[in-house]
C-alpha cells in the first residue's frame, strides 16, 4: 500500500478521452518518438514508434507502430525490414543508425481496424509512403533546378539571336509586339503545366 499525500475527487479531475479508432486509410503522420525494445521473450528487437496524425483529419491523435527487426520468426522479421524500409525512403533518408533519426520525419501512413477480442478494436499501421508534393507545397529537388534555369535560358536565347545577328528582322508583330517579346509569355505557359509525378 501506497499513500497518495492528497485526496483526489473524481468530480475535480479532468475528464478522459475515450478515442474512438481512426477510421482506416492515408494519414500524413509524423515520427514523434522512436525507440529501439527488446521482445518480452529477450530474443529479438523492434522499434516502437509514435505517429502523430497531421491530417487531412483526426489531427494531433497519436497513433503506434511496432517494427520488427530481429525476430525468431523470419517472416515476422521480413515484414518489420521492409515496413522500416519503407518508413525511412518515405522520410526522405537512405539509412539509419539510430533511432532518433527518426525522430520529426514525415510521412503518409496507411491506417487499418484491427479487432481483438482482449482489447476491442484498435488501429494498425499496414504501410507508409512519401507525401505527395501537393499536400506539402513543396516542389521535388529534381525538377525545382530545371524549372528555374529553363525560363533564365529561354529568355537570354532572343537576346543572343538579336547581338549576333543584328541584321535579321523579327516576324511580324503580334499583338502590337515583335515575336522576341511574345516569347517569355509562351514559355511561361509551358512551364506552369501540371508536371506528373
Known amino acids: 500500500m501506497a499513500m497518495l499525500g492528497k485526496t483526489y475527487n473524481a468530480t475535480d479531475l479532468p ?9 482506416a486509410g492515408w494519414y500524413q503522420a509524423k515520427v514523434k518518438s522512436a525507440e529501439l525494445k527488446q521482445t518480452n521473450a529477450g530474443n529479438g528487437e523492434y522499434i516502437k514508434l509514435q505517429l502523430e496524425i497531421l491530417g487531412p483529419s483526426h489531427q494531433g491523435r497519436v497513433v503506434f507502430s511496432n517494427l520488427n527487426i530481429m525476430n525468431p520468426n523470419p517472416k515476422a522479421e521480413e515484414i518489420g525490414l521492409s515496413q522500416l524500409n519503407a518508413l525511412i525512403t ?6 539509419i543508425n539510430d533511432t532518433d533519426q527518426l525522430i520529426n520525419g514525415e510521412a503518409m501512413i496507411k491506417l487499418s481496424i484491427r479487432k481483438s477480442d482482449q482489447y476491442g478494436e484498435q488501429n494498425e499501421v499496414k504501410g507508409y ?22 525560363p533564365q ?17 523579327p516576324a511580324a508583330p503580334q499583338n502590337g509586339q515583335p515575336l522576341w517579346r511574345q516569347q517569355p509569355q509562351q514559355t511561361q505557359a509551358v512551364i506552369d503545366d501540371d508536371v506528373p509525378f
Open 153 to 169: 535560358m529561354q529568355q537570354q536565347q532572343p537576346q543572343a539571336q538579336q547581338q549576333h545577328q543584328p541584321a535579321m528582322r
Open 90 to 95: 518515405a522520410i526522405g533518408l537512405h539509412q
Open 15 to 23: 475528464a478522459g478521452n475515450d478515442f474512438e479508432v481512426i477510421p
Open 129 to 150: 509512403k512519401a507525401i505527395p508534393n501537393s499536400m506539402t507545397g513543396t516542389v521535388s529537388s529534381t525538377s525545382f533546378p530545371m524549372q528555374q534555369q529553363q
